[in-house]
């Protein structure tokens, strides 16, 4: 018997003042500990200088994106000199990942 499990859908689950937010806690916690970014195929490539605070904040904003973005992949590297988070998603995801981008040019 095959089970088809339909993609979840690509719609952030946020209200407007959530998104609001949820994006000043990104500007105060992690995008002054941006290093290097990176555009890739479907998806956006954040690298931050190492450090346990960093490591602890950028865990707990993935933990709360994945509850409002489930059609979003976020992986975490292993630690080392730079902590890289990559946010991944179908074609379909690229406005919201685009929003990601907008958020780091305007700091």
Known sequence: MTVQVDPPEVAC???????????????????????????IE???????LQSEAVR??????????????????????PPGEALTLTIEGLPEAGAIIGSFIEQLQGH
């Open 13 to 39: 689950s946020l209200s407007d003042e959530e998104k609001r937010a949820r994006r000043a806690l990104a500007r105060r916690t992690l995008i002054p500990h941006i290093i290097e970014t990176q555009e």
């Open 42 to 48: 479907h998806g956006l490539k954040l690298v931050f």
């Open 56 to 77: 602890s904040s950028v865990e707990a904003l993935v933990g709360m994106e994945r509850e409002c973005c489930a059609f979003l992949t976020f992986t975490i590297t």
